[in-house]
């Protein structure tokens, strides 16, 4: 089971800045271990947004993106208390989704 | 505590790094220079600055400290204890403050101790970790972080925002700040280097890196706040423990071993020259 993601989401009138940080190892396949064997790749694939279970947010990431990434949009239209819900998929079809409920600026 | 006791337990502190005795004598401290005149500040270390803020908006070193805390109230090890009961000086299971009041004094093994080894002891004496197995490989590498360091950015996150207050009063913690002192300005090893060498006076840098004076309390603060630390390259985290090993090995002194009297003596030294200033929490560094 992943660690948990940290997400920040505050209000700036009614647009939600979120901030997301993510657990992941994001192996690139070309990394060697201590003994000489190929690190496995290892990374996320997408990221789905929803705000109150509206999808508003999609990337499909490569594993050019750093180890522990950090990803952050903005949403419009967003209200204090709004539930914010992250899910990233990785190439082992390995998941997780955290949600957060959005802050006053 | 006499002057002879000092110069002995001294000695005994060198003898774990393989060197050679010492006496007072030939490591006195360079005498304190007058402030440098405040100047403009240099347009590079400027944009560094920003970059530095940017980075630590988002530190993942709040994923360990998410695990750490996982792991202190977690039950583990032979005895199927959490570390709940671990004094980290301020009394039995209080962490808050702990961090910027070590290293400290403690009466229970009559030893000071900085908070990585603080942690060790409680890992060994409450959950019955064995002290070869936890300093087998002591430091994080990208494929694996030691729980003694996602404890320490645990127990060093509770204290964000404090006043830096490392204890003085009592003649052990005064008696390792000597030897701390020491260390930090013995010469020694193939390129004659002390910790002073690079981090005893202003304005000193290594390629880009600016090096902070680790004997003044504004800059040594810059060093205490940035272990433990997310070290971006590699996407580690690190202690102020391995940041003292990798020192030594800078210094092509031979390796010091882990968590020992050295280590926490020199650690003593760098936080009573950072006390009063803010701790910030756990770093990030490029």
Known sequence: MADPMKIRATLQGDVADVRV?????????QRKDASGNVVPLHFIQTITAQLNGKTVFGADVSQAVSRNPVFAFKVKGAKAGDKVSITWTDNKGEKRTDETAIGAG | MTRYALTRCAVAAFATLAFVPLTLAQTKPPAAKPAAPATAPDPTAAEFDKFREVLEEDNPAEL?????????FAKRGPNNASLEKCDLGLGPGVVKGAYVRLPRYFADVGKVMDVERRILHCMVTLQGFKM???AKQPFSNPNRTPDPVSLVTYVAGQSRGMKIATPMSRPEERETFEIGREIFNYRAGPYDFSCATCHGEDGKRIRTQPLPNLTKPAEAIRAYQGWPGYRMTGGVMHTLQWRMNDCFRQQRFPAPDYASDSITALLAYLAVNAN???YKGPGIKR
């Open chain 2, 276 to 278: 009063g200033q803010v």
């Open chain 1, 21 to 29: 940080l993510m657990a992941h190892p994001m192996e690139t396949g």
């Open chain 2, 64 to 72: 360990f400290e998410a695990k750490g805390k996982e792991l202190w």
């Open chain 2, 132 to 134: 070869e197995d936890l």
